[in-house]
């Protein structure tokens, strides 16, 4: 085994993104983690290559070992753990930043990764995994115990995918993701204090607000180390973008429980006169829609002329169809739908959810895939 491990990245024909592999259960093994996993996978590198001698770096989660138990076989976290002295494997605080850099450093080479993530997160600040079909390898169960490697095709995801994904991540840094999931929405939903006088990084009234870090279960300042206080309910905003030709010209904030009138002039809310030519501007009602939160759902809802025209986001690159909205109704208007006052003339949310959203999305994609077994019951939230 050891003489497929070359310890350097740039000496490997593939990556191995260690934590992930370790982890999947589909692949055979018993337990939660197993090393097994990953022999079956340099086995199936080998065959794949003919190359008995494949060289492969794996790198993974500072968290693999930090949970040692859900190892079955304890002789493998000890396996596991001279590899990582030796440097045969790379322990990073998060495995995903790390494979990534490497392909890009490697991508003359041409080097691949075996993984069964999608990286949705990250295709932001790494475009090149839009689309790829040829750099990425996903281990699944083959016949009698063996595991076979198919090319993996990342597709496109549209912005708000990525920005979902993104949020995922940062919830899952800081500990306030549950093994389901599940955001743990009594901190994610509460404006939280530290005690420290002089610290304001989670003052609501700053501007960006840092979510709390979740240590032994207890919300945490990240600068002090101390326990955070509770701060009172956060309330749930969303954020919205006048976009003329394609241009954001403008975002404003939506706050719960709030009813805001957008068109050319309203007598109370959003002005769009200084951002339009007359022209487009005298296309657009006096109050056109009208634009209300409630209990963390967005509501929109024509009060215009013309007439209004809506159409849903988009789902794996096809946006929903142009349809008129029924006048004077409210209408959900979700992360990523498009609202059009006048040709031109749009009106987008920001791909930021509600928190209330997002834990009803998360909820909704726990109900849909099957539960990992040993992953604690749904609870309900708060
Ligand atoms: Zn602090």
């Known amino acids: 085994m050891e003489h497929n491990l070359p310890g350097a990245a740039d000496q490997a024909g593939f990556l191995i993104d ?17 090393l097994h996993r990953f022999r079956l996978v340099v086995k199936a590198l080998t065959r794949l290559t003919g190359d008995p001698g494949v060289q492969v770096y794996p790198v993974a989660d500072r968290s693999l070992l930090g949970a040692a138990r859900e190892f079955t076989d304890r002789a493998e976290v000890a396996v596991l753990r001279r590899w990582i002295g030796e440097g045969l494997v790379e322990q990073v605080g998060d495995a995903d930043q790390r494979l990534l850099e490497l392909m890009e450093l490697t991508s003359a080479a041409h080097t691949r990764t075996v993984t069964g993530d999608r ?16 750099r990425f390898l996903k281990p699944v169960a083959g016949p009698s115990g063996t595991v076979r490697l198919v090319p993996l095709d990342m597709g496109v995801c549209t912005e ?8 995922l991540a940062a919830f899952k840094k800081q500990g306030l993701l549950k093994q389901s999931d599940q955001p743990l929405t009594r901190v994610v939903n509460r404006f939280w204090r530290c005690p420290e006088p002089r610290c304001t990084a989670y003052d609501p009234r700053g501007g960006r607000v840092l979510l709390p870090r979740m240590s032994k279960g207890v919300p945490t300042c990240e600068m002090h180390c101390v326990p955070l206080t509770d701060a009172g309910s956060r309330p749930a905003m969303a954020q919205l973008k006048v976009m003329v030709d394609g241009k954001c010209k403008g975002r404003y904030t939506v706050e719960d429980g709030s009813r805001t009138g957008i068109g050319r002039q309203p007598a109370d809310g959003i002005a769009l006169y200084g951002l339009l030519p007359p022209a ?12 209300s939160a409630e209990g963390g759902i967005l509501l929109v809802r024509d009060v215009s002329t ?4 809506m ?5 794996h690159g096809r946006p929903g169809s142009w349809r008129r909205l029924s006048p004077g109704q409210d209408r959900r208007f979700g992360p990523g739908d498009e609202v059009e006052l006048t040709p ?3 009106l987008t949310r920001s791909a930021r959810r509600f928190p209330a959203e997002l834990a009803a999305a998360w909820r909704n994609a726990a109900r849909n895939r ?8 749904p609870t309900s939230l708060g």
């Open 160 to 167: 708000g995918e990525i920005s979902r994904a993104d949020e």
């Open 311 to 315: 159409r849903t986001a988009e789902r």
């Open 18 to 34: 260690l934590s992930n592999v370790v982890r999947d259960r589909s692949l055979g093994g018993p337990g939660a983690r197993s």
């Open 370 to 377: 099957p539960a990992p077994q040993g992953a604690s019951l």
């Open 280 to 291: 487009v501007a005298a296309r657009i009602s006096r109050e056109h829609v009208v634009v």
């Open 306 to 309: 013309y007439g209004t025209q």
């Open 119 to 134: 990286f949705t997160a990250h295709r932001r600040e790494y475009p090149w995994i839009q689309g790829n079909t040829d």
């Open 344 to 346: 031109g003339v749009m």
